[in-house]
């Protein structure tokens, strides 16, 4: 691409279809390039959810800082290589430019278009930017099995360390996030998050890809193989990643259990449903993850803890609640209908709420614990109808028949429908830590790793 297509700016860049002649200083400069990206991204995945999630202002500056570097190497990767991201990839990345306009829009002075508290909306678009950024990087630099394995490797291991370091503490009364004394949820675990819906949402979102280690191709069944065989090859290179995948699927799920979060769980749920429909799980390999998820499960249960469903027995109270997530829900319905075109403002919840608030609820609320119905209270059915198109090209996407790289397409999946219905009872990605890891995925769903889609001979960037 010319010097002056890449200072047109991004209408420019998403434009540019044709692949330009690469040189071997392109290319060369384009691999250290992918490598320092797929690095700092790798780090942004484990490092954000270790400081309570990176809720507090450093940790975000710190994540924003880092996007926009990755934003100037993707720019240069990019520029090198224009034919790198999918027609999906395309897609996305004109959506959440349609986003952010959004929020621009909300900035203008404009009557019942403007943002109410202007402020709140630039610190949102701020964060939606650098998210942008992680996606779009992620897109360019996972584009092969081996690039997605070392992901998938990465969140496994993220997942099993927060959920073994939260049953460590919760299971000895410790309770502490490193150095700090837990002061809510002392009943749960909850990991380095201080809320055991953001923990379980977390482990969620990792749980197919611990999965994916487990099972990286279900059509390698191996039914022709004897026991003797089978546990041989265990000790194979791929039968080692195969029982680091289980370690790692067994511990995620008993962090989920100790949560004792019911969205959470279900989630969870979700994603081994999805897993298990997108790569044909047979009866045997059923039988292994069954096996997998009841081991913890029965040891814990002879802990003398409370059952894991014990906190299902209140959700009718959820509903009968004058203070619970469903008056929320009405009183946020309130203000889609005062503000239906672009809602209040990206980030302005927390300060048009109390307008709203019902009498019967006496406590604050920053979010209204649906990410789904808070996108629509901001940014108004604009911005409801943009996400909703986004996560429904990035979903269908994945149901589509698999054509390669089956195992990528099942975990991104999983990992996308297991967050999308966290989504409709909590306000997970609202958390910066996870945020940047549903980035890091919908990035990966765009690469060429997930699907067929193919563009014109690309470089290779490893």
Known sequence: MSRAGLEGGPPTLLR??????????HIGASTATARVLRLGLLGLLLLTPLPFGSVQSRPLLAIQLTAALIAVGLLRLYASDSGSLT??????????????GVGLIQLLPLPWLGSLSPASTMDAILR???LVSIGWASALVFRDEADVRMLAAALALSGAFQALYGAVEYL???QHIFFYAKKYYLEEATGT?????????????????ALGLLFPDHAQRHTERSWRARVLGAFESGGLQRILGGLATATIWAGLVLSYSRGGMLAAVVAIAVFAARGGVGRRLFLIVLAVLLVPSLFLMQQNLRA??????????EFSSNAGRITVWQASVRWIAERPVLGTGFGTFEDVFPAVRPPSIDRHFDHAHNDWLQSAVEGGIVTLLLVATLAAGLLLRGAR????????????????????????VDFSLRIPAIAVMLAVVMGVCCSRASGSETRAPVLATR
Not at 87 to 100: D, F, N, P
Not at 310 to 317: D, K, T, W
Request: proline share 9%.
């Open 16 to 25: 540019a279809l044709e692949p330009v002649p690469h040189t071997p200083e």
């Open 87 to 100: 027609a999906t990839g395309r897609r996305s990345l004109r959506l959440a430019a349609a986003l952010i």
């Open 128 to 130: 939606l930017a650098a």
């Open 172 to 174: 000895s009364g410790h």
């Open 193 to 209: 998050f201080v809320n055991r819906n953001h923990f379980a949402g977390y482990l969620a979102m990792t749980l197919p890809f």
């Open 308 to 317: 894991p469903g014990a906190r299902m027995e209140a959700l009718p109270n």
């Open 401 to 424: 028949r698999p054509t390669s790289s089956t195992w990528v397409q099942r975990c991104v999946t999983a990992a996308l429908a297991a967050v999308a219905f966290h989504s409709l």
